[in-house]
């Protein structure tokens, strides 16, 4: 409910026969896991978005609802890791999972191997020290050949053939599916887990990029020769004159290792910030360290310790993205 009495029902995939007569809308879900999100245009509507936030209460059908504990991550002492894999004990995890969540008809085959770890449903989890090694060793392995997945390049598919930039494989079909990755023909497991590995939320509207109100997102991890960005070194991102977009663009830098911003004291720019403009209308964007004299407020200031990746995002894009009369240039390393 809100604060200003409204309701939504919240039911399991077979609803039960009672339903609550306040409710103005159902959802149904297979799991006890759900979460909601809000898109929010300046800061203030963040804060009103907050706000609203405080006020929702959740309650069991037929019972009276109760206020939410929300964390606000704003005022948590360091910083917030996003990756499972290399921060948390990733098979407790999914134990909590096994243990907490409905068992689904397509995710019996993968609990059955679960099983021969000791994972099961009404048991405890409890594995020897000889087991914990190998569990360690392959968490570690997965992480490895997760971050080089994205490191690489491999991650995306191509947008423009002489370009290495490129968009995330969440394709229309993997929408269609609900982000399931479940097909008519089978399950593709192997491009769930990678594509979850660094991507957990997909919006329909990326791929609708026919006018503005959309937006279109382009990725690379690569400079112009193919080799991965190097956190230690320089490169100059040139961004071409007439940046096809009816809102405006930004460019940020991602952690290959968290998969949020780099650690650094600046990850991201945007048309709307007081950049350093060439007499030609282009842009040169510096990703690295440092950058030359002149050009500080053109920095995306790179971590040595991490891995990074760029994201290129248009707000509104036009025709003449998709079209292929505008082309985003690679980066170069300069140094």
Known sequence: GSPTGRFRSLLPKRPPTTKSRRSSASFESESY?????????????????ADYARGIKLGALGKDPVSVELVDVTKIDGTLEGNILAHHDVFNLINTYVQEEPALPENLAFRGML?????????EFSPGKEMQAILDEAKADAFTYMEDYLGSGKAYVPFWEERNWGAFRITPEVMESSATWNF?????????????????VAIPAVFDNSGGGSTFYLFSSTDESGSKLDGAKTYRLKVPADVPVEDFWSVLLYSTKTRTFVDSSQFGLSSKDELVVNDDGTIDLYVGPNAPKGFEANLLETNPEEGSFL?????GPTKTLTGGQWKLNDPVLVE
């Open 115 to 123: 099983k021969e770890l000791g994972i099961e449903k009404g048991n």
């Open 184 to 200: 008519e023909s089978h399950r593709d497991y192997y491009a769930r887990t990678l594509d979850f590995g660094y991507w957990a």
């Open 311 to 315: 994201c290129f995002r248009f707000y």
């Open 33 to 49: 896991a759900c979460w909601c999100a809000g898109i929010h245009d300046d800061k203030q509507s963040w804060i009103d978005g």
